[in-house]
Structure formats: C-alpha cells, structure tokens
C-alpha cells in the first residue's frame, strides 16, 4: 500500500515537473515591460536602485502588509510558547573561543548592518538584509551562550518589534492627502523611505531574532 | 537557454521534488522543510522567469525578497506549532 502511494507520487510529480516545463518554455514575452516602467519612475522614486524603489516606494503597500504578517508570525510563535514551561537549558559548559569570536563579530554584524541599510538607496542592501544581519547576530551570540534565550517580550522589546510597523503606518497615514496610499512627494522620497527603512531594519532583526530566541531553550541563563 | 531559463526550470524541478516530499515524508520538521523548499522552488521560478530575456527585472525580484521573509517567518510559526506537537501536553 505505501509502495502503491510512493509509486503513485513519483508518477504525478514526474508528470506535473514535465507539464510545468513544458508550460514555462511554451510562455509568450511578456505583455506589459516592467523593467521599462520602473526605469521610467526612478527619477521620482527617491533613491537609485530599482529594487529598493519597487520595495518601498512604487509597491510600499506590500512590504507595509509584509511587516504586518511578520508581526502576526511572532504573534502566533508568542501563544504557541506562551504557555509552555521553559525546558532547561541543556548544553554544556560555554566554549571560551566561540564566545570571544561572537563578541568579536558582533559589532562587525552591527556596521554591516549599517552599511547595508544605506547602501540600500543606490546598490543592492537595504532593510531586509540589514535586519537579517542583525537577526543573524543575536542568534550567533545566543548559540555561543552570550545571550540567553528570550523570555516572553515586555514593553520595550515589543514596541522595538512593532516599531518599524508602526513608522511605516504613521508615515502613510500622513501622506493620505497625496490622493494614494504611499504616494511620496519626489522632494522627500529619499527622506522618508530611509526612515522607513531604518525602523524597518531593527524591527525585522528583533523580530526574525524573536523567532528564534523565543523559541530557545529558556531557565537558567547557562 | 538563457540562464534565466535554467534557473526557472531547476526551480521547478525543485518544487515538484519538495511537493512530493510533503506527500512522502511523515516527519513534521522534514515536512516543513520540504515545504518551505516548495517555496523556495516558486521564487527561483519567478526570478529566472523574469529575466529569461537576459535583463533583470527589478520588480519580482523585490516580490520574491517580501516572500523570502515572510517564508521565514511562517517556517518560525509551523516549528513552534511542531514543538507543541510533538511536546504533547494536549491541556491546550
């Protein structure tokens, strides 16, 4: 019966990866050039690469929902551990070289990040990556057993998580009387979308960091 | 063949095997990871779709960089509901 089911599975799949194949190299051009599009708007776009444009200025309401869904990610994350009696650590005794080299490359991460964030208006970078960075260095130190695992969050974390949203939203709602959700007047456009995204880049690393640390071993700080 | 091409077609190649291994595999982490390999199958399509004419097309590109993000972030939510599974206090 399972050999019938593996079988039956290899078959549809052989057979869907041949239909989609055949599907994606049967595709006509492209109806509408976005590449033009965009390229025609950059001057008004407020910063000079194409990416950071699209992301934050010409579809800004995608990555304002997206911050949304991360928010409501850590929510879920938050009632699943909530009530969960925190299982003691279990690793052994901290490792004297990983922890130096983590403290080491901590504020290295920390100025990448930085450079990242700024870089965002005119090469690739930008507040998801700047984030990642900061995410990926509170998970380093809490591997190497510099930093303990993240109880439940209180005030001031949670507003630093919700912070990057709520920028977002204030600076949307003040920009209603432009006639369309996240239309930036071109003058203020580098302005505003730095700001955007400088609370984007902590609020994306304490929440991608949360995703982790809340669900580390929690107790006594080992 | 463009690269583009080739990116597009590897990534549905991905997303069939990592389908099946949602179908296949029992193991909740394996099924999430598989899962979030579908995911992964979908954004390489989307990339090397859009640039199959050899010019990189800005806007996918940041629609695969919102879904990267928010695939963590789901992965995250699945793995805390897989440890309460597996954790098995059913007082909930």
Same mark, same amino acid.
């Given at each position: 019966m399972r050999e019938a089911v593996r079988i039956a599975v290899l078959l549809g799949g052989g057979a869907l990866a041949v239909g989609l194949i055949a599907a994606v190299l049967d595709l006509p051009p492209p109806a509408v050039d976005l590449p033009e599009a965009v390229a025609a708007h950059m001057a008004q776009s407020g910063v000079e690469h194409p990416v950071t444009a699209v992301l934050l200025n010409f579809r800004g309401y995608d990555t304002l929902l997206e911050v949304a869904v991360l928010l409501l990610a850590l929510l879920g994350v938050l009632t699943v551990v909530g009530n969960e009696?925190?299982?003691?650590?279990?690793?052994?005794?901290?490792?004297? #070289? @990983?922890?130096?080299? &983590?403290?080491?490359?901590?504020? !290295?991460?920390?100025?990448? *990040? +930085?450079? /990242? =964030?700024?870089?965002?208006?005119?090469?690739?970078?930008?507040?998801?990556?700047?984030?990642?960075?900061?995410?990926?260095?509170?998970?380093?130190?809490?591997?190497?057993? #510099? @930093?303990?695992?993240? &109880?439940?969050?209180?005030?001031? !974390?949670?507003?630093?998580? *919700? +912070?990057? /949203? =709520?920028?977002?939203?204030?600076?949307?709602?003040?920009?209603?009387?432009?006639?369309?959700?996240?239309?930036?007047?071109?003058?203020?456009?580098?302005?505003?979308?730095?700001?955007?995204e400088a609370g984007l880049a902590l609020s994306l690393g304490l929440i991608l960091a949360g995703l982790f640390l809340l669900l580390g071993e929690r107790g006594e700080r080992r | 063949m463009t690269p583009g091409l080739i990116y597009a077609l590897v990534g549905i190649v991905l997303f069939v095997l990592a389908a099946g291994g949602v179908i296949l595999l029992t193991h909740p982490v394996r099924r999430i990871l598989a899962f979030n390999l579908m995911g992964s199958g979908v954004f390489l399509v989307l990339v090397g779709l859009a640039q199959r004419d050899g010019q990189a097309d800005p806007v996918p590109q940041a629609m695969v960089l919102t879904g990267i993000v928010v695939s963590v972030a789901a992965t995250a939510l699945a793995l805390a509901l897989a440890r309460r599974l597996a954790a098995g206090d059913g007082d909930a």
């Open positions: 009696a925190g299982t003691p650590g279990t690793a052994g005794a901290p490792d004297p #070289v @990983l922890q130096t080299l &983590a403290r080491l490359a901590t504020p !290295l991460m920390m100025l990448a *990040a +930085g450079y /990242l =964030l700024w870089a965002g208006a005119h090469r690739p970078g930008g507040a998801f990556q700047a984030g990642a960075i900061l995410a990926a260095a509170a998970v380093l130190l809490n591997l190497a057993g #510099v @930093l303990p695992a993240w &109880a439940v969050p209180r005030f001031w !974390l949670r507003l630093g998580m *919700a +912070g990057g /949203l =709520l920028i977002f939203l204030a600076i949307a709602a003040g920009l209603l009387g432009q006639g369309a959700l996240l239309r930036y007047p071109p003058e203020w456009a580098g302005t505003l979308i730095l700001i955007i | -």
